[in-house]
């Protein structure tokens, strides 16, 4: 359904009184990916890996220095008004912070309400029922409308912006660190509703976090991003179950294991997340990766299928 | 900076009502009329003094006319060209910083620098150039405010319009489908409301102070208007002898701008406290202070994640 080819995303990094720019940072750099009706994909990565600039992307919050974005088949780029509403309205949005992400001075059922276009034929009080009606789907009252955001707690937020997502009836939904900044406490409730959601109403969700427990818990693929670059790519639990590139390994051994008892070898990494404005030669992760070899420092590695369905960007297979 | 009084602004507030009934109830507050005087009652001192009269408790002018009436009606002078002026600025300054903050780039480096001019018109010069190529008149006056005040709601309304539109909320906004006026009128504009309400307050005082500057250099509210800085300007000639022409339009017009900025001061703490750093010092500086948009805490929270 959405189907991302090559996607680069740079930002000039002017240097004040300079004209020009010097250099660019390369938030992405080459990023292929492919979300069908229903699924889930998972992208995990640290801090300025490039999952929040993917996601914007998506969203078409930010154009793409380069490559390609489609819908259902469609050049993006290339859209019609009319394509571009349809997209509107299939494509919704739930952010991380549930504060920021609702309007202090709107009542909630103008917040929900939002994406509904005005001229979709629908009357006042279908939208009202409307809205009422995807509120109880969340978990709200029907009749919380009439209520303003700062009646609600962190939890209670979220469930509101998920219920603004879900209005239009949207095919995708791209879901930005969606629970990162609740309470450990209120997590579970949420992820637990989305997933229902999703099985209710054959949604297709991105998952974007650095949380690996709660993307796994959603997400029916994973796909790995380092400095801007996928690195690997593969079914949930068999990137989980056997991880191939180090990063990934290292990533996944500082997550929590699923058994308290289970044993688990923790990989520390050194050094720092490359700088974005000159990431390194070679394989980005050379300088930090335990297993480098001199090839990596010089050639860069692509993405290739190394076993059915698992891709990954590494010069080890 | 203590924190915010939670009194009410009991003293600001009562200067302010009885300016506020003063203006409307004039006419049966003011025992003579302001522009009619009896030349023979010239110059009689208050009430309480020697030769003083009961039927002029303040006084009279040169004209003989009644100071008391002339300062109860002057307060309706400085009430409409204070809020005509305000509103005209006001709203063309906010239009402006709105767009200009929300469009960014190009635009903004235009209206900004558009701006910059406005905040660099020296006002007694704009006055003199008014007095040599028109009429004064009350239209005037309101126009020559609003010229001059304009920039100061276009500056901090835009700082104010950087901050906002990097919350999720605008974003998310742009993912339904909506447009930028919507989102400009729905979601902006709603969250600049109460700094507007701060500015629009503490600038009162400037505009009572400047149509008193106007008047007084006489290219303000024409005569016989009793406005207080053409009172004070009459009184001019006479302050050794007839005092009472000057000091009580002068006390009136202090009243009022410390009421003003007052109401100010508290309305800036307590509804916005982001704008606690820029002091009263806003109206006498021509230059406006613009605020750097803070980051807020919550803010700070979702953009932390660079991802």
């Not at chain 1, 740079?10 to 390369?26: D, E, L, M, T």
């Not at chain 2, 503490?202 to 303000?220: A, D, P, R, W």
């Amino acid at each position: 359904m959405i189907e991302a080819i090559g996607l680069k995303k740079y930002f000039p990094v002017s240097s004040g009184f300079a004209i020009g720019s010097r250099g660019s940072v390369k938030a992405l750099d080459g990023v292929s990916m492919k979300v069908g009706a229903g699924e889930t994909l998972g992208i995990v990565g640290e801090s300025g890996s490039g999952k929040t600039t993917l996601a914007k992307i998506i969203l078409l919050l930010e154009r793409p220095t380069a490559g390609s974005l489609r819908f259902d088949g469609k050049e993006v780029a290339a859209f019609t008004r009319d394509d571009l509403a349809r997209y509107r309205r299939s494509v919704q949005a739930v952010f991380q912070d549930p504060y920021s992400s609702l309007n202090p001075r709107m009542r909630v059922e103008h917040i929900v309400a939002e994406p509904l276009p005005r001229d979709n034929g629908m009357s006042r009080a279908e939208k009202t029922e409307r809205v009422r009606e995807v509120l109880q789907l969340v978990g709200l009252r029907r009749d919380s409308g009439g209520l303003y955001p700062h009646e609600f707690s962190g939890g209670q937020r979220q469930r509101i912006a998920i219920a603004r997502a879900l209005v239009t009836y949207p095919k995708f939904i791209v879901l930005d660190e969606p629970v990162s900044a609740l309470d450990v406490s209120i997590r579970a409730q949420i992820l637990n509703l989305l997933k229902g959601l999703q099985e209710k109403l054959g949604l297709a969700y991105v998952i974007i976090s650095h949380d690996l427990a709660a993307a796994r818990y959603l997400a029916t693929r994973l796909a790995v991003m380092y400095a801007g670059k996928l690195v690997e790519t593969g079914e949930c639990d068999a990137v989980y179950g056997e991880p191939l590139h180090p990063y990934t390994e290292a990533l996944l051994s500082a997550a929590l294991p699923l058994h308290p008892s289970a044993r688990r070898q923790r990989i520390v990494l050194r050094g720092e997340v490359p700088n974005p404005v000159k990431p390194p030669d070679g394989c980005r992760f050379h300088p930090r990766c335990p297993k480098a070899m001199e090839r990596c420092r010089n050639e860069e590695p692509e993405g290739r299928e190394v076993k059915p369905g698992r891709f990954t960007a590494c010069h080890l297979y | 900076m203590p924190a915010p009084s939670r009194e009410l602004p009991w003293f600001p507030g009562a200067i302010l009502a009885a300016l506020v009934l003063t203006a409307v109830f004039a006419p049966y507050l003011a025992p003579q009329s302001p522009t009619e005087g009896d030349i023979t009652q010239k110059l009689i001192p208050p009430v309480w003094m020697e030769r003083g009269e009961g039927r002029h408790p303040l006084g009279t002018d040169r004209f003989g006319r009644d100071v008391l009436s002339r300062v109860i009606y002057g307060s309706r002078i400085s009430l409409v060209v204070s809020l005509l002026a305000i509103g005209l600025s006001g709203t063309f300054g906010t239009a402006l910083g709105l767009i200009s903050g929300y469009r960014g780039g190009f635009t903004d480096s235009l209206l900004m620098r558009f701006t910059d001019i406005g905040l660099s018109l020296p006002t007694i010069l704009i006055a003199v150039v008014l007095v040599a190529v028109s009429e004064p008149s009350f239209r005037n006056v309101v126009l020559v405010i609003s010229l001059l005040l304009w920039p100061r709601f276009a500056r901090q309304i835009r700082g104010e319009t950087l901050g906002i539109k990097e919350q999720d909320f605008v974003a998310l906004a742009v993912v339904a489908g909506r447009s930028s006026t919507w989102i400009i009128s729905r979601h902006i504009f709603p969250n600049v409301v109460p700094t507007l309400l701060v500015i629009s307050t503490l600038q009162v005082g400037y505009v009572i102070l400047l149509e008193g500057t106007l008047s007084f250099l006489g290219v303000g509210v024409p005569p016989p208007n009793p406005a207080w800085g053409l009172m004070i300007a009459d009184g001019r000639g006479f302050l050794a002898t007839a005092w009472w022409i000057t000091l009580f339009p002068g006390v009136a017009m202090l009243l009022t701008v410390l009421a003003v900025n007052l109401m100010g001061d508290w309305l800036r703490d307590h509804l916005d406290p982001k704008l606690r750093q820029l002091g009263s010092r806003a109206e006498t500086e021509p230059a406006a202070i613009e605020p750097v948009p803070e980051a807020r805490p919550r803010g700070a929270a979702a953009g932390a994640d660079g991802g």
